[in-house]
């Protein structure tokens, strides 16, 4: 797949259309309109149970023109080898004629980080399988009422994580960082990245290479979600570009081994400055509780994590003094 240089040389074809339900701004609905974009109509596309399988499947009816099968909460990895697996033997004894046909796991982060991890890691292990994973993180089960997740970031407000008077944070675990994990336990996984929906052309041109690549891929995509996060539909680009902006979402890839940083988070990741997180969470209803010692404590572990990890924004793990 070519490379695309700029907006303009987007393809024009769609193959995620009218018909889906989901909310107005909803950028996990642009992140599949821009993959299937991406990939094209040689592609099969599988989603696991989520907000973007229960919008997306109403009435007998679907956005998707291109094949697209369901497959269960936990098993986007499973899925994703057993169909390329599937679609191997039936090359090797000629029912198909030999082609490169994508295949493409789409979960959510529930589905994903938490309880499709273990297919999600077996999956990246098999490294004679072409397949793509992709997680689209809006951090909360957002399928069945906004409920925190394993990437739910700290002080966020969710069903199971209110503000109260007695304890106003009651959601005091950080974000797990799923991309980060993927590529530093997975040494046949070819490619790892971080995109958002908010830079079209990035995602699109690392989906492309995911799927170029050979093997095994992941890719975590921030995919802000105003009814979860609590702001204007009409802001869920500006707050994408806010998360990469401050250093909170940090866009990388890591192509055997290798990580290199894109647009603003390559400037941060070589000093450039970032904008104060307060300018992101002050604009979600979910962080409006937080007080000013709690936003210099968001704060903090932005500029902890860009300064002293052994692999800013992306290794969690201190150099030894």
Known sequence: MEEIKGIKAVPVNEYYMSGHRTCQGCQPALAMRLTAKAIGPRSVILGSTG???VANTSYYTTPWAIPWMHTQLGSAGSAALGTSAGLKALMRKGSLKEESIN???????GGGADMGLSAISAALTHSQ?????????NEAYANTGIQASSTTPWGAVTRFTPSGS????????LKKNMAGMMAAGHPECKYVATVCPSLAVDMMNKINKALTIGGPTFIHC???CPKGWGFDPSLSHQIGLLA??????PLYEIENGKVQFYGRSKSIAQ?????????????????????????????????EMWQKWMVPGVIPLRQRI
């Not at 104060?276 to 002050?282: A, D, G, K, N, W």
């Open 103 to 109: 295949v493409v796991a789409i979960c959510g982060d």
């Open 51 to 53: 907000c973007m399988y």
């Open 271 to 303: 000093g450039g400055g970032r904008k104060p997180v307060r300018e992101y969470l002050q604009k979600q209803d979910r962080f409006a509780h937080l007080t000013e010692e709690d936003l210099d404590h968001f704060q903090s572990s932005i500029d």
């Open 244 to 249: 990469i902006e401050t250093g909170v979402w």
């Open 166 to 173: 007695i304890h106003h944070i009651t959601q005091t675990r």
């Open 222 to 224: 921030l995919t802000p």
């Open 129 to 137: 399988y072409n397949c793509l994973i992709l997680m689209y993180d």
